[in-house]
Nanobody, 125 residues
Framework: QFQLEESGGGSVQAGESLKLSCTFSYPYPNWCVGWYRQVQGEEREGVATLSSIGTVSYSDSVKGRFTVSQENGKKTFYLQMNDLKPEDSAMYYC????????????????????WGKGTQVTVFS
């Protein structure tokens, strides 16, 4: 079973950057981790995923601005968010599943079985 612990987040001005991190523990070699976000009252949105084989995927809304990466040799991964926009404001969740990432992991929240508590990101215009 996954255990997730996320950190980072905060409030910034538009155009600035933030970095989220998530540490996970999972004893098996295949996994999919990533980030989802949710604005209160709206649907959850997949932001980025990272597979145990190194494959990464991004939503169109963040492609080119956000980067997901894993710290070498460690089960910690990051979401570097650059050129933040007010529409990026949301609660961001570290998420995981016990199989390698597929397209559905980014598109469908239910494919991620494990969720962190969330960290708020607020971007002021």
């Amino acid at each position: 079973q996954f255990q997730l612990e996320e950190s980072g987040g905060g409030s910034v001005q538009a155009g600035e950057s933030l970095k989220l991190s998530c540490t996970f523990s999972y004893p098996y070699p295949n996994w999919c981790v990533g980030w989802y976000r949710q604005v209160q009252g709206e649907e959850r949105e997949g932001v980025a995923t990272l597979s145990s084989i190194g494959t990464v995927s991004y939503s169109d809304s963040v492609k080119g601005r956000f980067t997901v990466s894993q710290e070498n040799g460690k089960k910690t991964f990051y979401l570097q968010m650059n050129d933040l926009k007010p529409e990026d404001s949301a609660m961001y969740y570290c998420v995981a599943d016990s199989e390698r990432c597929r397209d559905e992991h980014l598109a469908i929240a239910a494919f991620m079985d494990y969720w962190g508590k969330g960290t708020q990101v607020t971007v002021f215009s």
